[in-house]
Structures are given as structure tokens and as C-alpha cells.
């Protein structure tokens, strides 16, 4: 994959990294909110945890996913000797 895409996938795996981190902290603040109402065993806040768990999971492999991007742009850096 020529370097151009590279970077554009990086800058979009980037994007998601972050994007994900906001709506991590969001989740965080309901389950938080909830549970300071007196509402942290209502069906509500299992499912504001569930959810909360998915987000930290596709948070690990956006992660992930930003990370073989940037390896593989550092690999396309360094010349290759025979």
C-alpha cells in the first residue's frame, strides 16, 4: 500500500481514537450519574455498563488498529537494504 493511503487511514484511525474517547467519557458520566441517583442496579444502568463496555472495547481495537497503521508507515520509512 503506497505511503498516501497510509496517512489517510492513519489520519481516519486517528479521528476514531478520539471520537471514541469522547464517547467513552460520556458513558463514563451516566453510569456515573446513575449510580449517584441510586440507580446503579436498574436495568438502565446495566445497560449504560454494557454499553460502556463496548466502547472500551472497540477503543482497544481502534487503538490497535492505529497502531499497525503507524508501524506500517514507519516500516515504508526506513529504506530497504538487501
Avoid: C, W
Avoid at 474517547?21 to 446513575?34: K, P, S, T
Avoid at 446503579?40 to 481502534?62: N, P, V, W
Wanted: proline share 2%; charged share 35%; hydrophobic share 35%.
Amino acid at each position: 500500500m503506497n505511503g498516501n493511503k497510509l496517512k489517510t487511514y492513519l489520519e481516519m484511525a486517528e479521528r476514531h481514537v478520539n471520537e471514541i474517547g469522547f464517547y467513552l467519557d460520556h458513558q463514563r458520566q451516566i453510569v456515573v450519574e446513575l449510580e449517584r441517583r441510586g440507580r446503579g442496579q436498574s436495568e438502565t444502568a446495566k445497560l449504560a455498563k454494557e454499553i460502556l463496555k463496548s466502547f472500551e472495547i472497540a477503543q482497544k481495537a481502534y487503538v490497535a488498529h492505529r497502531n499497525i497503521l503507524r508501524e506500517a508507515i514507519e516500516r515504508e520509512r526506513k529504506p530497504v537494504v538487501p
